[in-house]
Nanobody, 120 residues
Framework: QVQLVESGGGLVQPGGSLRLSCAASGSIFTINTMGWYRQAPEKERELVATFTSGGFTNYKDSVKGRFTISRDNAKNTVYLQMNSLKPEDTAVYIC??????????????WGQGALVTVSS
């Protein structure tokens, strides 16, 4: 079993900042890509940012320059630093990881979601 545990969501005013954390635990051999998705009310889930095991990052265009994804491989943890938050960033943010839990067996794992509300 592999689990992702998220923390750091909350309420913030426009222009404010939050940092999300996501720690993977359980049966883990290796983790390839870790990342963040989000889903706003009545909208489809969308990619926010990803971080590969090789150190490559990718961002949704609308968050470039405001959000930064980072990763601590020793802790199997991925972070999302969110600055200059806008009301349209309001969503449930969901952590994702591509896990090889035993050699040759792969699993896509999702966290429970962390609510981020940006409002004045």
């Amino acid at each position: 079993q592999v689990q992702l545990v998220e923390s750091g969501g909350g309420l913030v005013q426009p222009g404010g900042s939050l940092r999300l954390s996501c720690a993977a635990s359980g049966s883990i051999f290796t983790i390839n890509t870790m990342g963040w998705y989000r889903q706003a009310p009545e909208k489809e889930r969308e990619l926010v940012a990803t971080f590969t095991s090789g150190g490559f990052t990718n961002y949704k265009d609308s968050v470039k320059g405001r959000f930064t994804i980072s990763r601590d491989n020793a802790k199997n943890t991925v972070y999302l630093q969110m600055n200059s938050l806008k009301p349209e960033d309001t969503a449930v943010y969901i952590c994702n990881a591509d896990v090889q839990w035993v050699p040759g067996l792969y699993l896509e794992v999702w966290g429970q979601g962390a609510l981020v509300t940006v409002s004045s």
